[in-house]
């Protein structure tokens, strides 16, 4: 059974700082998602990762796949208060989509 | 374009009603999937549709089931309703059925609110 994996569950980080999220995955696959989430709102969908070694960024933020390792990461640089939001990782199973129980990221001043 | 609709947003039920939760997917997207999500915890599989054709189904009974129609847009129903069920319930749409042809980026929807009292 495919079981995603996020830690930290909670992050705590100062502006200006930089952290990594991670993400591991039980089973093989080569597709992976990144969804953030607001309080009471829908995902939003940050990244997707078709690839061994794909990297990809947005703004402050950095994502990368290592399907052999089954781990790709979500790197936060210059966190800014904006940031704050649960993330979520996600990985494409067999006719499903399996989700890690996400990161509750706070930026505090 | 129109995202990802869904309706209601917000429901309130007791134990052991009846509801049905619709959603509306991109225009062009023939899959449509179904998660619960319970407070504080990521999103659960529940279903898969592709052209009206159930492509996969995760971990929850048989008290939940689907359908989606020639539009593509789809209905969620949950029997007998027990107050575990209450969670938000996301919709979200997507090209493909993914995983051989092409990647299966998903859309949510803003989803459904259900309380059961």
């Known amino acids: 059974e495919l079981k995603v994996e996020q830690n930290p569950l909670f992050l705590s980080m100062q502006e200006g700082k930089n952290y990594t999220i991670y993400c591991n995955y039980s089973?093989?696959?080569?597709?992976l998602y990144w969804y953030r989430q607001d309080p009471g709102k829908s995902l939003e969908s940050l990244f997707v990762?078709?690839?061994?070694?794909a990297v990809k960024q947005e703004g402050r933020l950095m994502a990368s796949l290592d399907t052999k390792a089954r781990l790709s990461t979500l790197h936060i640089t210059a966190a800014v208060h904006d940031l704050s939001a649960t993330y979520f990782c996600?990985?494409?199973?067999?006719?499903?989509?399996?989700f890690g129980a996400g990161t509750r990221l706070t930026v505090k001043p | 374009d129109a995202g990802v609709t869904q309706s209601p947003t917000h429901l309130i039920k007791t134990r052991g009603q009846h509801v049905t939760l619709r959603c509306s997917p991109i225009?062009?997207?023939?899959?449509v999937s179904w998660y619960q999500q319970v407070l504080g915890q990521g999103p659960q599989f529940i279903f898969q549709?592709?052209?009206?054709?159930?492509?996969g189904r995760g971990n929850f009974p048989d008290r939940f089931s689907a359908r989606q129609f020639p539009n593509y847009s789809s209905e969620l129903n949950v029997n007998a309703l027990l107050l575990g069920d209450s969670a938000l319930y996301l919709c979200?749409?997507?090209?493909?059925?993914?995983?051989?042809?092409?990647?299966?980026?998903?859309?949510f929807g803003p989803g459904t609110r259900l309380t059961v009292l």
């Open positions: 990762l078709l690839s061994n070694g």
């Open positions: 225009s062009g997207h023939k899959s």
């Open positions: 089973t093989t696959s080569d597709r």
């Open positions: 996600a990985v494409d199973g067999h006719n499903d989509m399996r």
């Open positions: 979200a749409s997507s090209r493909s059925s993914g995983r051989m042809d092409s990647y299966n980026e998903q859309f």
């Open positions: 549709y592709y052209e009206k054709e159930e492509r």
